[in-house]
């Protein structure tokens, strides 16, 4: 488990644990990526270890147990399908009451804590309420507004924030990436490591090709053959490799600073001289209404095909 950053939300914990003072349930929140639920994952690697020096060892038998995510004592809650069900709440409070079979203490772990339905977390209420003996509840969400706050009350909030981009570059070149795509990666990702891993190459070809297709003037029959395409890769990914070239035209025209996208460094200052500061912030602020939309839009062709056509009406003439 190869945890970046986020060294002083692990040694809250650690201090927490040491003094046997951890609180029964702690809600981690921040943007997605980011490594909330790995975060947690490691802290219950190093409760478990058995190992007599630095913890954890990754050699005995409870650090790989919590590798494989087969260890007893751990519980690991994701969706299914759609939501975490109640009937997923009713078997962890079930096998809660029970003893820790191997450590020291049972640890369960929400993923994506916001998607259970409201059975769910009005069952999970009642844990939180009365939480059992030697069990610590992790929840993982990236919205936590969506989350009762009943639930966020009864928790202790740990917030971890995007990696700072130098040390995301830096891994992500230790990951055999070279300097040019790191950084565009670490870009757009707003300091996500899961999402600058997540970015296919082809994608971000494809992007920035219809991009410069667009700004060249593209038929409507181009605009909505891209737009088709694009609803089949990953909508935030896309979404964030095009707010990272018009950041790089905001960025070229108000502070003269060279563009990330240095593929298309000739294209995005052909556009910062042509647009003026007003359009180019108002086609950011397009692209972010489009990512706020995008968890809620069931026709992804459809965004798509709206946010190009307003795009490329800002670059005609």
Known sequence: MDLIGHKQQLEL???????????????????????????ALLFAKETFCTSAGPRPCDECPQCKK??????????????????????????????????????????VIIDEAERMNSASANSLLKTLEEPPKDTYLFLITSRPHMLPPTIISRCQRISFSPLPTNELVTYLVSRDIDNKTAAILAGVSGGSIGMALSFPADVIGDVVSAVEG??????????LEVAQRWS??????????????????ALL??????????????????????LSPS???????????????????YNKQLLFEELLFKLAGSHAG
């Not at 087969?70 to 759609?82: M, V």
């Not at 089949?232 to 035209?249: E, K, P, Q, W």
Request: with cysteine.
């Open 66 to 107: 919590v590798e494989s995510m087969n260890h007893p004592d751990l519980i690991i809650i994701s969706a299914e399908k759609k939501d975490i069900t109640i009937d997923q709440t009713r078997q962890m409070q079930s096998s809660v009451q029970k003893f820790a079979m191997e450590g020291p203490c049972k640890i």
């Open 232 to 249: 089949a890769f990953d909508t935030n990914s896309v979404l964030a490799i095009l707010l990272g070239i018009y950041r790089d035209i």
């Open 279 to 297: 359009v180019i912030q108002e086609n950011i602020a397009i692209i972010k209404s489009a990512q706020a939309d995008a968890d809620t839009t």
């Open 13 to 39: 914990l650690r201090k927490a644990r040491s003094m046997a003072r951890l609180a029964h349930a702690y809600v981690f929140t921040g943007p997605d990526g980011v490594g909330k639920k790995l975060a």
């Open 214 to 223: 667009v700004w060249g003037g593209a038929q409507d029959s181009d605009i």
């Open 253 to 274: 025209k108000n502070a003269n600073i060279l563009p990330l996208f240095s593929s298309m460094s000739k294209a995005i200052e052909n556009e910062s001289e042509k």
